[in-house]
Nanobody, 121 residues
Framework: QVQLVESGGGLVQPGRSLRLDCAASGSILSINAMGWYRQAPGKGRELVARVSPSGTTYGPSARGRFTISMDRGKNTVYLDMNSLRPEDTAIYYC????????????????WGKGTQVTVSS
């Protein structure tokens, strides 16, 4: 079984920075893409950032403030969040498009359990 484990969430004051980490582990054959999505109370899940061999994509709320990076050697993706605002408060979910030993023929979506980020003074 493959697993995505997020860390780095918590309570942070507006204007401050926070770094999220997500490590993939298990019977991984390859990782195509990794990224971050978030869901605020009463809202749907939205893209924060995503990185793949074809490039990097940022959601509108993250563009200019957040930076995604990936260490393929560690199967880990990071999200550096700067100038945080109260509206950034959400559960942040790690995402990976991976191929594993259970289904080696196809890339499949995988999701972490999420980590809470609360921006408040």
């Amino acid at each position: 079984q493959v697993q995505l484990v997020e860390s780095g969430g918590g309570l942070v004051q507006p204007g401050r920075s926070l770094r999220l980490d997500c490590a993939a582990s298990g019977s991984i054959l390859s990782i195509n893409a990794m990224g971050w999505y978030r869901q605020a109370p009463g809202k749907g899940r939205e893209l924060v950032a995503r990185v793949s061999p074809s490039g990097t994509t940022y959601g509108p709320s993250a563009r200019g403030r957040f930076t995604i990076s990936m260490d393929r050697g560690k199967n880990t993706v990071y999200l550096d969040m700067n100038s945080l605002r109260p509206e950034d408060t959400a559960i942040y979910y790690c995402y990976a498009l991976m191929r594993d030993q259970e289904q080696p023929q196809y890339d499949r979506d995988h999701w972490g359990k999420g980590t809470q980020v609360t921006v408040s003074s």
